[in-house]
């Protein structure tokens, strides 16, 4: 299955996969032979985007296993000082200057 999830430019890219590689070897239903793969998917608006490839042999447990993963991956991320970063936008409002 894959799992995709941003992580702020500042992380380091190999400190990152780490973390995600350990998330994933912490769940029994990950099988560790493939082994769980991490890799950079795209330079994203907010953050880096990795996306994670774990092999099971209960897929029929798809959702539990991303709930598992995704939480272990977010307390490693914020143990190691990694942002996840969500869309934020800066509005500016234009004033009628006519109307002064």
């Known amino acids: 299955m894959r799992v995709t999830l941003s992580v702020a430019y500042d992380a380091p890219p190999p400190a990152v996969r780490e973390t995600l590689e350990r998330a994933a070897s912490d769940i029994p239903e990950v099988e560790a032979e493939p082994a769980p793969q991490v ?15 774990l092999w099971t042999r209960c897929p029929w447990r798809e959702h539990y296993l991303k709930d598992a993963f995704l939480s272990r991956a977010y307390a490693g991320l914020t143990r190691a000082g990694f942002e996840m970063p969500f869309p934020q936008r800066t509005v500016h409002v234009a004033t009628d200057s006519s109307q002064a």
């Open 39 to 53: 890799g950079v998917a795209e330079l994203g608006d907010n953050g880096v985007v990795y996306e994670c490839r």
